[in-house]
């Protein structure tokens, strides 16, 4: 079965530093890889997602995260946070053709000023 | 408006007792979740459904209770309310296929007491 592992329950930065939120998931054939965030009292929202193409995808809100099929991983980087990025994150994945995401234990990202 | 709506948004129980959350989806979406966030354990699927009078057991379904009658609505009962089951739900909707993501609700925050 499908697994995914953020690796960091937390993670803390400084205002305008860049940050790198890791996720790992159990190979697979072809998978389809999702961000979501979840700011403070809200639900989950697509942040960004990988299908097929190009191994780099981006946000609009500057973040972006790259596809690594040999490492089964796609890390979540942004190079400058602000304090309106703190937030939850969380990493899916789905086997493709399947229909259930299998979400990872999420990361806090905390933005210090 | 478009989107999924989860009713109440806070809810105070007593043990023991039958509550029902609400969610409502306006997409058409086939799919629909139940989730319960917990710290330390990130999103658990509780149940899920994949049509109209179609629902499956997810991760932790004991002492839940789904139904289905409209593609529309799915809603949760807890039969018999416990101090465990205090936890934020959260309502996910779904195309077919996991391509598109899921669509999640602002939740329901469920204290019993």
């Known amino acids: 079965a499908q697994s995914v592992t953020q690796l960091d329950s937390q993670v803390p930065v400084f205002e305008e530093a860049p940050v790198e939120l890791r996720c790992n998931y159990s190979?697979?054939?072809?998978?389809?890889l999702f961000w979501y965030v979840q700011y403070p009292n809200q639900g989950l929202q697509l942040l960004l997602k990988?299908?097929?193409?190009?191994?780099l995808v981006e946000s609009i809100n500057g973040f972006e995260a790259e596809f690594n099929k040999s490492q089964t991983s796609f890390h979540l980087r942004k190079p400058s946070v602000h304090i309106s990025d703190t937030a939850e994150y969380f990493c899916a994945v789905s086997d493709e053709g399947a229909q259930k995401l299998v979400f990872g234990q999420g990361t806090r990202l905390t933005i210090n000023p | 408006d478009a989107g999924i709506t989860q009713s109440p948004r806070y809810k105070i129980t007593e043990t023991g007792r039958q509550v029902t959350l609400m969610c409502h989806q306006t997409w058409s979406h086939s799919y629909m979740f139940w989730y319960r966030q917990d710290l330390g354990h990130g999103l658990r699927l509780i149940y899920y459904s994949a049509a109209a009078d179609i629902t499956d057991k997810g991760e932790v379904p004991d002492g839940y209770v789904v139904s289905r009658s409209k593609t529309e609505n799915f809603p949760l009962t807890l039969e018999s309310a416990t101090r465990s089951q205090t936890s934020v739900y959260f309502c996910?909707?779904?195309?077919?296929?996991?391509?598109?993501?899921?669509?999640f609700g602002s939740g329901t925050r469920l204290t019993v007491v």
């Open positions: 990988y299908l097929s193409g190009s191994t």
């Open positions: 190979s697979s054939v072809s998978v389809y």
């Open positions: 996910a909707s779904s195309d077919k296929h996991a391509r598109y993501g899921y669509t």
